[in-house]
């Protein structure tokens, strides 16, 4: 997305609203960022009952500056939460958010806020992801939605839906990386103290068996091992033995840790550490998969347009022209 003036960000609050995936918000489009070039967003603060305060989770209360008229003229739509999961949002909150989209918003949610974009009839026939703990209620309010619980968050362009709390955050850094880039993006999440992208999934969030400490080691000296050596032949039974452990146990072990499995993880980790050089410019496309241990240019064009939704170079030319 080309940013010419600053893009207008709207947060619709609500009474009873956790604070965090609000102030998520708030610190990734609401501060302003002098050491980034350009115009960055503007962020308005929404409420069905402008003006009036509403009590957060926590005992403190927020006053919105701006009605719902604001939040469906923004151009990117934020719902952080509903009150309620089981009754969702009123009318007048389902006909702002349908409004946003009708214009050509781009609309998102964080939390439970998949069941105003559900109830607004944005998720019909499309994934979608919420908490892992709301993930159950929102397929059965919603049959329409295919959920899937797995994920940190599901990106259709005009409509994104983001998983629990921490996830908001994930998210949000992926607004900014699609409309300024990586670099900006790293820089936000620098700033935030953040990873500028986490991968995996929520399911290696949702309640299990605390893991041994040892167990634990051995999967991160395993990853560490790979990101050391990307560059070769990495396998599972290779990882397996850096951790000391049978290949079956090792996958086992792995998919609980980080939600996905160790070759996909690996691939995720090959993908990432190939943007730097496709947005340096100097490498041949056709070259820069050898250099992050892809075995042809075709499997590397393969696994980075699925991950990124783009090919290499077209990727190349939006960051290096950005």
């Known amino acids: 997305m080309s940013i010419t003036r600053p893009h207008r960000v709207a947060v619709l609050v609500s009474e009873g609203m956790a604070p965090f995936e609000f102030g998520s918000v ?4 609401g501060l302003p960022r002098p050491e980034i070039a350009g115009p960055w967003y503007s962020l308005d603060v ?10 957060m989770v926590g005992g403190f ?7 719902l008229d604001i939040a469906a003229a923004a151009d990117t739509l934020i719902v952080p939460a509903v009150p309620d999961t089981r009754t969702g949002p009123s009318a007048a909150v389902v006909d702002a958010v349908r409004a946003a989209h009708a214009r050509g918003a781009r609309v998102v949610s964080i939390c439970s806020g998949a069941f105003a974009l559900a109830a607004a009839g944005l998720l019909d026939g499309r994934e979608a992801t919420t908490h892992w703990r709301y993930a159950d209620l929102l397929a059965e309010r919603f049959p329409a939605v295919r959920v899937d619980p797995g994920v940190l968050y599901v990106d259709h362009g005009d409509v994104l839906t983001s998983a629990g709390s921490a996830a908001g955050l994930d998210l949000c850094l992926h607004l900014v990386r699609g409309d300024h880039g990586p670099s900006v993006a790293n820089t936000v999440a620098r700033r935030l103290v953040v ?18 400490e040892g167990i634990a080691d051995g999967v991160s000296a395993a990853m560490g091992w790979a990101l050391a050596n990307l560059t070769e032949a990495v396998t599972v039974t290779d990882l397996a033995a850096r951790a000391h452990m049978a290949p079956r146990t090792f996958i086992r072990h792995f998919t609980r840790r980080t939600g996905t499995s160790p070759m996909r993880w690996v691939i995720a980790q090959r993908v990432a550490a190939s943007l730097p050089f496709l947005e340096a410019g100097e490498a041949p496309v056709t070259r820069v998969g050898a250099l992050v241990g892809f075995d042809s240019p075709v499997t590397f064009r393969h696994h980075f347009t699925r991950a990124m939704r783009t090919s290499p170079s077209a990727y190349r030319r939006t960051f290096r022209a950005a």
């Not at 929404?46 to 009590?55: H, Q």
């Open 26 to 29: 708030v610190e990734v489009f």
């Open 46 to 55: 929404c409420a069905e009952r402008p003006g009036e305060p509403m009590r």
């Open 61 to 67: 209360d927020v006053v919105a500056a701006h009605g």
């Open 195 to 212: 990873p500028p992208h986490r991968e995996g999934g929520q399911a290696q969030f949702i309640e299990a068996p605390v893991v041994d």
